[in-house]
């Protein structure tokens, strides 16, 4: 066997890189229930964008779990930020880096099957911007889910 050929077993599936552009679509932002994990700087960035003091926003918005803090989320599972009636993100430009980061988590980027499920479901996923292997390794690291 090459080194050229042991390289290429040890590189992930989308070393050549993947394409995704958000359309806002909230799609992500919805279905079963979860967790979408923030820490006290997201909560400032989030409060700050939707002109509220920190504790305003904690109790309309943050639930404790445990010692951790997660976004609420209504009844059918929608996370607390998606606007109900435009269905997109009340605070997209300060959204927290588990949001930050989709569609490049280790869940979706386990196999290309997991990345095909993604792109079914997700109209972004597979379209737009490519980016790179290195620009997907950061993003995954940053918050892996």
Not at 60 to 69: M, S, T, W
Not at 110 to 134: I, Q
Request: overall charge negative.
């Amino acid at each position: 066997m090459t080194s050229r050929s042991k390289k290429s077993k040890k590189d992930p599936w989308y070393r050549n890189g993947l394409k995704f552009e958000c359309t806002q679509c909230g799609i992500c932002c919805s279905g079963e229930p979860g967790y979408v994990w923030v820490d006290d700087e997201e909560i400032e960035a989030m409060a700050d964008q939707m002109k509220l003091s920190i504790d305003e926003f904690e109790s309309q918005f943050i639930r404790k779990v445990g010692v951790d803090k997660s976004l609420r989320e209504y009844p059918d599972g929608d996370c607390i930020l998606l606007d109900p009636e435009k269905r997109t993100c009340m605070v997209y430009e300060g959204r927290p880096i588990q949001c930050r980061t989709w569609p490049f988590w280790d869940s979706t980027l386990a196999s290309k099957k997991d990345w095909k499920e993604t792109c079914d479901v997700c109209p972004g996923a597979g379209t737009g911007k490519l980016y790179t292997f290195e620009h997907i390794e950061i993003q995954r690291k940053e918050k892996s889910v």
